[in-house]
């Protein structure tokens, strides 16, 4: 591959160097469609993840992989020469960031598999053009590929690594097993030198051991995010995090039984019953605000578990691995055939509620798949869900894509050159067959999704990858 690099004509290789600096292996470029120097995209809808409302009629011109222009057909000049591509009926939004989007896979028979080459594709086929990982069983597989998409080698989205799980004891091979603040000093060291920008306590972090973790990786200039238990979010804020992951699911200090530093069991009629408005959740809000620690929403991966959701789609089937297809679907049949209502059902409906209030607060509130669980989150298809999902809890069509893009942005510290579709920013758009602003179901129609204004065709980075889910 390397040799073939660069062996690549300098004249085939111009406008890509131009936009991105690197040269496209012709493993990458067989999957774009779209490559010239200044693109038109015309008489579209544009949803621009500022939290405006969609805007038809519109024209984006991309020059050098940048966004020159946004606006109104017949008041934005096209230049001359540009390559024009008539989007009616279509809708654009700003390139999604995947807030927890790790490249491994789980189902519920115990498979656990690195999808260096799947899960790549499906992002950026998705529309997800940046990602943060959140939680590495494999974190050199994840350095290397994010290493192997900079040069141009594979496709794939841009990539902000987090290093292996830290956590208190537990039987998880791949975690990190934090035992005192000196090893965590240590480990975070080591993984800040590997290249890693943040890293994600686990479910049996102690609250020193965080705080450690949480001072050394900020005098490393690194951060910090958590999928927690044995810590309450309060404390969290407390010891330093910069960030908590899943909303309410993974917040168990409302539990009547916590304790601290220990992990107890999930109370599903807790969360059903817990008043968002009483003093023990608003006290959460007001320190997480107050500290500036935004929350990240995963409610494609929760939703799983309940019986019949979400839709059977034969896309996410055609996408899984024969067998992985079996599991999935014999966890799901499992599910259904469960006697009575599902306690999870009402647990899920309060989690898209605390949503909802924490960002009614005035919080910040990202998102991101998970594909993890029983199977059926798949990398970018889950992202998408996520869109629907958040309609569905409450929010408008402009709010979700707010969520998806520009938060994650921000949140990145990116957001001076990502997030938005505005004039200045590198070209991450994605194009969308239809309205997803009055049918969120169409945010699936992913047609082309711009990175770095070069278009790659979204069909056939799936078709390149059909039944790998869950192998490679």
């Known amino acids: ?44 809808q544009v949803v621009d993840g500022t939290g405006a409302p969609g805007r038809t009629g519109q024209v ?26 008539d989007l009616s009926g279509h ?51 994840e350095i290397s590929l994010k290493q192997q998409i900079e040069a141009g080698a594979v496709p794939g989205p841009r990539m902000h690594i987090s290093g292996p799980y830290l956590t ?18 240590r480990v975070v060291d080591y993984w800040a030198d590997e290249g890693a920008t943040w890293f994600k306590v686990y479910t049996e972090i102690s609250r020193e051991n ?43 200090e409302y539990h009547p039984d916590k304790q601290v530093d220990r992990c107890p069991g999930r109370d599903l009629d807790t969360y059903a019953r817990l008043d968002l408005n009483g003093p023990a959740v608003q006290a959460t809000f007001r320190e997480m605000i107050a500290k500036r620690v935004p929350m990240t929403s995963t409610l494609a991966v929760y939703e799983i578990s309940i019986p019949n959701r979400p839709p059977l ?35 899920f409906r309060k989690a898209m509620d605390y949503e909802v209030a924490f960002v ?13 669980g029983n199977g059926g989150a798949l990398p970018g298809f889950g992202d998408q869900r996520n869109y629907e999902l958040l309609i569905e809890a409450g929010f408008s069509a402009v709010e979700a894509v707010r969520i998806l893009s520009a938060n994650g942005a921000a949140i990145l510290g990116v957001d001076r050159d ?11 758009l994605v194009v969308i067959r239809g309205d997803p602003v009055t049918r969120p179901a169409d945010i699936r129609n992913v047609v082309t999704v711009f990175k770095d204004g070069l278009g790659y065709d979204s069909a056939r980075l799936l078709a390149s990858v059909r039944g790998m889910v869950g192998v490679r």
């Open 1 to 44: 591959m390397r040799h073939r690099l660069l062996a690549l004509p300098a004249l085939l290789a111009a406008p890509v160097a131009a936009q991105t600096g690197a040269v496209l292996s012709d493993t990458t470029r067989a999957f774009i469609s779209v490559d010239a120097p200044v693109v038109a995209l015309t008489n579209v």
């Open 60 to 85: 984006i011109v991309i020059e050098r992989g940048r966004i020159a222009a946004v606006g109104p057909v017949g008041a934005v000049a096209i230049p001359g020469g540009a390559r024009v591509l």
């Open 91 to 141: 809708t654009v939004i700003p390139g999604l960031v995947g807030m927890h989007d790790h490249t491994f896979y789980t189902t519920a028979a115990g498979r656990r598999a690195q999808l260096s080459v799947s899960a790549p594709r499906m992002y950026l086929a998705s529309g997800v053009t940046t990602i943060r990982t959140t939680g590495s069983i494999s974190p050199y597989a």
């Open 168 to 185: 208190g004891p537990d039987a998880v091979v791949e975690r990190k097993h934090i035992t005192t603040p000196e090893e965590a000093r």
């Open 210 to 252: 965080l705080k450690a973790i949480a001072e050394a990786a900020h005098r490393r200039g690194v951060k910090v995010t958590g999928h927690l238990c044995s810590v309450g979010y309060r404390e969290a804020v407390a010891a330093g995090i910069d960030a908590l992951e899943h909303g309410l699911m993974a917040n168990l």
């Open 313 to 347: 789609e034969q896309r996410v089937l055609d996408m899984m691995s024969p067998e992985v297809r079996t599991e999935y679907l014999t966890t799901r049949e499992r599910l259904a055939s469960r006697p009575g209502p599902s306690p999870m059902a009402a647990a």
């Open 360 to 372: 009614r607060a005035g919080g910040v509130l990202a998102a991101g798949v998970d594909p993890t």
């Open 418 to 428: 990502l997030g938005t579709v505005t004039a200045g920013k590198l070209a991450d």
